[in-house]
């Protein structure tokens, strides 16, 4: 798809709003209060973007620049596209809004659980709609599988403490799962992740990540990508800055920025965090194993906020995890063994349950399994 599809414009916003003014959900004095502002927010939006088009691609973003896009108050916007997206549209609205939009975004809608639209009572209903079921396998002989529809951004090793975000764009990783604290909820995963991990992974072993796009028109649900164990989760509320692929290739440490939910944890090789990162419009992240999580709200703060999970959730290959309310961002990053090889390259398209990478046989091990078979005759 093409990448100007990608983020929803001022046409189709203000299109879906006059489709709730038809019910009388917002009056004329609401709306200059209420979307006015929003609009102007939107027209400075497009307007950043169109002389952005004009730089030269690859060009990095200025601190000055990034200063003035995260001025623009982004999450109020979300707040707002939020509230809208929440009302219930009559039904004989229902097609001519989700057509128009699954037209724009190219939806697939004979995968959707109710092809009937009729059955969407809002736009948040239609954007978290579930799949039917059997249109997403499971490959369950990897040992990493996708846990969305979406597109790869980057996928390979960490390098010196760094994330490629985008080709040649890169972050720390501290910086996105955030920085060694020494309260006794944080202690465990903290020496862990921070000690021997993150700069010192087990012998043998090596630190992988893997960035997956949500786009507009994807299933919005995510699933769990392996076995493996959460333990903690560290909420940054940050901020919604768009996610969009040619942002990504523009601002550097874009998902350190934004609001995100990170879950640290463990599977059978060390490691693993899984990472819901969102968005302009997209700052609503709901966890259905983690009810305290509480995204999209007024006030931001620069600390995470962290609490501990015990050892109450497993977590199996295509488990049911969340959902975002439009396109967002996973980010995975795990420590496995040197023999881990990936299998998907940035700018494929991927869908849930498609293998992501496998650990490869050694011819040691070939040969150890080959003596166990002989032995067992």
Not at 173 to 197: A, R
Not at 227 to 235: D, I, L, V
Not at 246 to 272: D, K, M, S, T
Not at 353 to 364: F, H, I, P, R
Request: proline share 3%; charged share 20%.
């Amino acid at each position: 798809m093409d990448a100007a599809k990608q983020d929803l414009s001022g046409e189709d916003f203000f299109y879906i709003e006059y489709i709730l003014l038809i019910k009388g959900w917002t009056e004329w004095e609401g709306m200059l209060k209420r979307f006015v502002p929003l609009g102007v927010c939107l027209i400075a939006v497009m307007q950043w973007r169109a002389y952005r088009q004009k730089g030269k691609e690859g060009t990095a973003a200025k601190q000055w620049e990034i200063n003035c896009y995260c001025f623009l108050p982004l999450r109020t916007m979300s707040r707002c596209w939020g509230y809208l997206a929440d009302q219930k549209l009559p039904e004989f609205a229902r097609p001519i809004v989700y057509g128009a939009y699954s037209k724009t975004f190219g939806v697939n809608l004979a995968e959707a659980q109710y092809e009937d639209l009729k059955h969407y009572s809002s736009l948040t209903e239609f954007f978290t709609r579930s799949l039917k079921e059997g249109v997403r396998a499971i490959d369950y002989k990897s040992s990493l599988v996708s846990p969305c529809d979406g597109t790869v951004l980057s996928v390979g090793t960490v390098n010196n403490g760094r994330i490629e975000q985008v080709k040649g764009v890169t972050y720390y990783v501290q910086d996105f799962l955030g920085e060694k604290v020494s309260n006794s909820i944080s202690q465990k995963v903290s020496k862990q992740s921070h000690e021997h991990l993150l700069h010192r992974p087990h012998e043998g072993n090596t630190l992988y990540q893997c960035v997956i796009y949500l786009a507009p028109g994807d299933y919005h649900r995510f699933h769990s990508p392996a076995e493996w164990k959460p333990t903690h989760r560290r909420h940054f509320s940050g901020e919604l800055l768009s996610v969009n692929p040619r942002i990504a290739q523009w601002l550097p440490g874009l998902f350190v920025l934004n609001e995100r939910a990170v879950y640290l944890g463990e599977w059978e090789h060390g490691f693993f965090s899984y990472s819901a990162v969102g968005a302009t419009n997209v700052g609503s992240i709901r966890v259905f194993f983690d009810k305290t999580l509480q995204t999209n709200q007024k006030k931001k703060t620069h600390k995470f906020k962290e609490i501990c999970l015990g050892s109450s959730v497993d977590l199996h290959k295509g488990d049911l995890v969340g959902e975002f309310r439009m396109g967002s961002t996973i980010v995975i990053i795990f420590e496995g063994p040197v023999n881990f090889k990936f299998n998907v390259a940035p700018g494929q398209k991927i869908w849930l349950g498609q293998s992501l990478g496998t650990v490869e046989k050694t011819k040691a091990a070939d040969r150890a399994q080959t003596r166990t078979i002989h032995a067992g005759h």
